[in-house]
């Protein structure tokens, strides 16, 4: 998967409690996402960062926040769980940007969360 | 909200026969990626065709881009098993954002 982890991978949880996923690369790449995947939406972007320090929101950013204080680690909180958060969330990166250079992504092999 | 459209959502075939997919998206794209999904795995990238092209191939892929229709189609060429998986297509439009539609899911029939 490219040097991309995520960790954890499952991880069950109860409505109100925090939760952190983890996304880690060894590749360098300048950009990272967090997606949601869930039937009948397909890929859904939740946040993404352009640099250290720098996010920025996507489609479905309500109640989730990112943190990348590192290159290659990039951080997704649950500030309060709930079950409507329940998902198979994906961490992907690319190395550049530009309208014209296109951008392809890699994926990491995801993290199941379940929210009780 | 989604920009691309999967057509059709599932589709079975027999193995050896091509497999075609479509994807239909709303707004000015820069550019069209499509990605396999197998079960239970991330996403892969599988090729990108620019705004400025009309075909491309890449093994047994082959992968058209009508501009003025919205619309790219994703060929596979004598299917085997392990090209069962889903497929997404992902556009890149002008406002710098990459949306992924829902999906095809291929099964591919021994």
Request: proline letters at 3%; a positive charge.
């Amino acid at each position: 998967d490219a040097g991309i982890t995520q960790s954890p991978r499952h991880k069950v949880t109860e409505t109100g409690t925090p939760v952190t996923l983890r996304c880690h690369q060894t590749e360098n790449h300048r950009y990272m996402y967090w997606y949601r995947q869930d039937p009948g939406h397909g890929l859904r972007l939740i946040h993404y960062s352009y640099g250290v320090k720098d996010t920025d929101k996507g489609e479905v950013s309500d109640g989730y926040s990112v943190s990348r204080s590192k290159t290659e680690d990039f951080l997704l909180t649950l500030e309060s769980a709930t079950s409507s958060q329940t998902s198979v969330y994906f961490c992907a990166i690319s190395e550049s940007r530009g309208l014209a250079g296109g951008r392809e992504q890699f994926f990491g092999p995801g993290t199941r969360l379940t929210v009780l | 909200s989604q920009q691309g459209e999967e057509d059709p959502q599932a589709l079975s075939i027999q193995e050896g026969e091509n497999a075609t997919m479509n994807c239909s998206y709303k707004t000015s794209i820069n550019n069209l990626q499509w990605y396999r999904q197998n079960s239970g795995r991330g996403l892969v990238h599988l090729i990108l065709i620019r705004s400025n092209e009309r075909e491309k191939h890449s093994g047994r892929l082959r992968v058209t881009l009508d501009t003025s229709k919205k619309s790219s189609s994703l060929l596979i060429t004598a299917s085997r098993a392990a090209d069962t998986a889903s497929y997404f297509c992902a556009t890149l439009n002008r406002d710098d954002k990459i949306i992924f539609g829902k999906g095809t899911r291929l099964h591919i029939l021994p």
